[in-house]
Every structure is written in structure tokens, then in C-alpha cells.
């Protein structure tokens, strides 16, 4: 029988409790245990960024995070970042209104480390914005919108 461990997170504010193996990862643990699938799986080795989310509002690659790892920790998703009447975040209004999406499975990703970025201060200019969104890859190609967007909501954030 396999070992599992009780484990108690705080996601988008709420708690959740879990009994999981110990090797389950933050992702799969959001996605298959929490039906929380905004959070996306595009490599699973830390490459490609789709995975990001926040934990004590910095941005990580929940990939590479077991669940075990971010107990006691305030963890946010896409599907937090939204107000409580459901009115958008300026960074996903920005992200519809620019275009900076087309298929939308790097979009998790992409908005969850784009709030993160300006938050850090690294959105001053496009080129900021480009180096410090590198680790979200995009294989629709929205990248210029995607700086434009980030550069919005950088302005009223
Ligand atoms: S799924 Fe985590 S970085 Fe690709
Ligand atoms: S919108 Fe399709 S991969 Fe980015």
C-alpha cells in the first residue's frame, strides 16, 4: 500500500485538505486532486512556465513544488485572482483586451507571472518586460501583445 500524508493548504484563501502521496507535485495536486485545472501542465521539468503560480505572492513553477513543500503557505492560481464580485484583475482584463492570448494554455501561466513581474518592479520598460517573461513560453506567438498588455496593467497597478 502506498504511503500517504495528511496535508492542510491554504488556496485562494480557502482551506483544503489532502491525503497524497508524498511525490505529488503542487501542480497535480491543484489539478487532480482540487479540480483546480486553470493552473496547466506543458513540460512538467520547469521549461516552459505554464505551471506558475503564486505562493506567499511570489511566482513559482508548481512543476517543480511538491504539495508537501507549501503547507502553511498562501498559495494563489488563476482562478484567485479575480475579485470576489468576479470582476477581473487588471492584468487578465489587459491580457482580453490587447489580444495577448490565442489558444490560452500558456495564458494561466503567462498572467500569473506577469502579476508577479510588475509586482517585483521588473516591467519599467518592453525590454524588462521581455526578460523578466521569458520563462513563460508561448508557442501562438502573442508575445507582442503579451508585453503590451503587461505594460498596461503595469501603468495602473
Ligand atoms: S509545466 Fe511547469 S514549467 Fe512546464
Ligand atoms: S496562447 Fe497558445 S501557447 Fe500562448
Request: hydrophobic share 35%.
Amino acid at each position: 500500500m502506498t504511503r500517504t500524508i495528511h496535508i492542510a493548504l491554504d488556496i485562494n484563501g480557502q482551506r483544503r485538505e489532502l491525503d497524497l502521496e508524498p511525490r505529488v507535485t503542487l501542480l497535480d495536486a491543484l489539478r487532480e486532486h482540487l479540480s483546480l485545472t486553470g493552473t496547466k501542465k506543458g513540460c512538467d521539468q520547469g521549461q516552459c512556465g505554464a505551471c506558475t503560480c503564486h505562493v506567499d505572492g511570489k511566482r513559482v513553477l508548481s512543476c517543480l513544488t511538491l504539495a508537501a513543500q507549501v503547507e502553511g503557505r498562501e498559495i494563489t492560481t488563476i482562478e484567485g485572482l479575480a475579485g470576489d464580485a468576479g470582476d477581473l484583475h487588471p492584468v487578465q482584463a489587459a491580457f482580453i483586451e490587447h489580444d495577448a492570448f490565442q489558444c490560452g494554455y500558456c495564458t494561466p501561466g503567462q498572467i500569473m507571472s506577469a502579476v508577479a513581474c510588475i509586482r517585483e518592479g521588473h516591467a519599467g520598460s518592453d525590454a524588462e518586460i521581455r526578460e523578466y517573461m521569458s520563462g513563460n513560453l508561448c508557442r501562438c506567438g502573442a508575445y507582442n501583445n503579451i508585453v503590451a498588455a503587461v505594460r498596461q496593467a503595469a501603468e495602473v497597478a
